[in-house]
């Protein structure tokens, strides 16, 4: 199982959140439109002092003081759109909250895509030399896309099959900008990740 299975892709928006006004219930009625009386389902964390997960359509949301998290099974891009409606709505709903910036993060496994691994890369060959053992491989690149960016980026452990990782970024201080960049298609979404995908697949993997 590639590293990237236990990664669930995420919408998340960053600011200063009022975790006080988005509660579980707030969370499930307005966010995730349970119908009243409707059993919730919210997961709190055990182990460690953190915000509660409340799950709904697919789609589970955290609240913490300084983002609010959208997680959503990889793959399933009609649960990417239904994420970025829910964060939209929260935007909207607190609009005088200080925000920084929004982003889409999708993972993919590198062994489905059938990605060459590029076996003549010199920084591999110069720390092997300097009796240096490389146990990962992290590349990517950052790219102008609308009026963000789009950073694509591959990560594989020695022994791992390893993930791709294609960031969606929108930074602005402006509610009505990051509003707007949760209103881009899903379909668009999906054609640029299979672009980037395509890349990585003619460009092999360091």
């Known amino acids: 199982m590639g590293e990237s299975a236990v990664q669930p892709w995420q919408v998340v928006v960053v600011g200063r959140w009022n975790r006080s006004i988005l509660t579980p219930i707030e969370i499930s009625r307005r966010l995730l439109r349970i119908p009243e009386n409707t059993k919730l389902k919210v997961e709190i964390p055990l182990n460690v002092v953190g915000p509660p997960r409340v799950w709904g359509d697919g789609i589970a949301i955290v609240v913490d003081d300084d983002r609010l998290v959208v997680q ?50 010199r920084w591999d060959e110069l720390l092997a030399n300097g009796g240096y053992e490389i146990t990962g491989h992290l590349s990517g690149r950052t790219l102008k896309w609308r009026e963000g960016q789009i950073l694509i980026q591959t990560h594989r452990k020695e022994g791992t099959d390893g993930n791709a990782m294609v960031n969606f970024e929108r930074r602005s201080e402006l509610h009505t900008d990051l509003v707007e960049w949760l209103k881009i298609p899903v379909d668009e979404i999906r054609q640029e990740c299979d672009r980037m995908l395509e890349f990585v697949r003619e460009g092999g993997v360091s």
């Open 72 to 121: 959503i099974e990889r793959g399933d891009y009609p649960a990417l759109g239904r994420g970025m409606e829910a964060a939209a709505t929260a935007i909207t709903f607190l609009e005088r909250t200080p925000y920084t910036a929004v982003g889409l993060t999708l993972y993919f496994d590198l062994a489905a895509l059938g990605s060459p691994t590029a076996t003549n890369h």
